[in-house]
């Protein structure tokens, strides 16, 4: 069995954990919210395992960066990759809706199960679930509580506009 290795990172939302193990980047945890848990006692915090996603991350609390270059190693269903696969082709500073997910996986029935998969996405921000929102406009529910979707949402439409200032998480 793969050595899973963690390590915690600052950042302007919150203490985030960082989870991979040899195939890559696994999950990412809020610091706060309703998916968080405590580390497996087997695993290995490790700082410089996880470097290679601390810094894009940095760089993309930063401004500086707007899509990743990291391998990565999500476990979930068949359905859950394909609809977080299709979440990475999501615009920076761009949203759309569950049912427009829907239908770019080619499932337009399927948009209950497009918010259940996109709510158990073990990547947020890399793949970015946070710019799936709700027909109407409206934020709906994210992992990270919907102040820090309302920050990266805000945060990336600061940097396509060049103006970050001002930006607060509440």
């Not at 793969?2 to 945890?29: C, K």
């Not at 998969?117 to 919907?146: D, E, K």
Request: glycine share 12%; hydrophobic share 40%; with cysteine.
């Amino acid at each position: 069995m793969d050595t899973i290795h963690y390590d915690d990172m600052p950042t302007p939302i919150g203490r985030l954990r960082l989870v991979a193990d040899a195939q890559g980047l696994r999950e990412i945890w809020f610091e706060t919210g309703r998916h968080r848990r405590e580390p497996d006692p087997a695993w290995v915090r490790s700082p410089e395992a996880l470097a290679f996603a601390r810094v894009q991350l940095e760089d993309y609390f930063a401004g500086t960066r707007q899509a990743f270059e990291l391998p990565l190693h999500p476990l979930g269903t068949p359905f859950q990759l394909t609809v977080w696969r299709e979440l990475a082709r999501i615009p920076y500073g761009a949203t759309i809706s569950y049912g427009e997910l829907a239908r770019r996986i080619g499932q337009p029935q399927a948009v209950r199960a497009v918010g259940a998969a996109n709510g158990r996405n073990p990547l947020p921000i890399v793949l970015p679930c946070h710019r799936v929102i709700g027909s109407n406009g409206s934020l709906t529910g994210f992992g990270g509580g919907l102040p820090t979707k309302r920050f990266l949402l805000a945060m990336e439409e600061g940097v396509a506009r060049g103006d970050l200032f001002g930006l607060a998480l509440r």
